[in-house]
C-alpha cells in the first residue's frame, strides 16, 4: 500500500508561481513512476506531467516550459511558474507501481492522493 498527500495549493495571479509537494508513504519500494494530474471546473481529470524511476520526465503540451517536476527519496514536487487562469484546477499526484514509463493515462496509475486547489486569477 502506498499513502500520497498532496500539499502547496493556494490562490495567485496570472503570472506567478506554486510549488506542489506530494509525500509518499508506505511501500514505496515498489513505485517506478510518479505523475501529476489535474481536474478543472466541469472538465475531465488530464495527466500534466510524470517523472519515472530511470529518470525519464514528460510534460504535456500545455504545461510545457512553465512546470517541472522533480523528486526526492520520499517527496514528488511540481514547481509551476507563468500560471495561467486555465491552470485553475484541482491538482492530484499519483504513483504507478512496477512499471517505470512515461505514459500518463490516469488509468495505469494505482493510488492516488486527495489533491490540492490551485487558483489563477487573471
Known amino acids: 500500500q502506498v499513502h500520497l498527500v498532496e500539499s502547496g495549493g493556494g490562490s495567485v495571479q496570472a503570472g506567478g508561481s506554486l510549488r506542489l509537494s506530494c509525500e509518499v508513504s508506505?511501500?514505496?519500494?515498489?513505485?517506478?513512476?510518479m505523475g501529476w494530474f489535474r481536474q478543472a471546473p466541469g472538465k475531465g481529470r488530464e495527466g500534466i506531467a510524470v517523472a519515472t524511476s530511470n529518470g525519464q520526465t514528460f510534460y504535456t503540451d500545455s504545461v510545457k516550459g512553465r512546470f517541472t517536476i522533480s523528486k526526492d527519496k520520499r517527496t514528488l514536487y511540481l514547481q509551476m511558474n507563468d500560471l495561467k487562469p486555465d491552470d485553475t484546477a484541482m491538482y492530484y499526484c499519483?504513483?504507478?507501481?512496477?512499471?517505470?514509463?512515461?505514459?500518463?493515462?490516469?488509468?495505469?496509475?494505482?493510488?492516488w492522493g486527495v489533491g490540492t486547489q490551485v487558483i489563477v486569477s487573471s
Open positions: 508506505g511501500k514505496t519500494y515498489m513505485i517506478n513512476s
Open positions: 499519483a504513483v504507478r507501481p512496477n512499471v517505470a514509463s512515461v505514459n500518463l493515462d490516469q488509468d495505469v496509475f494505482t493510488y
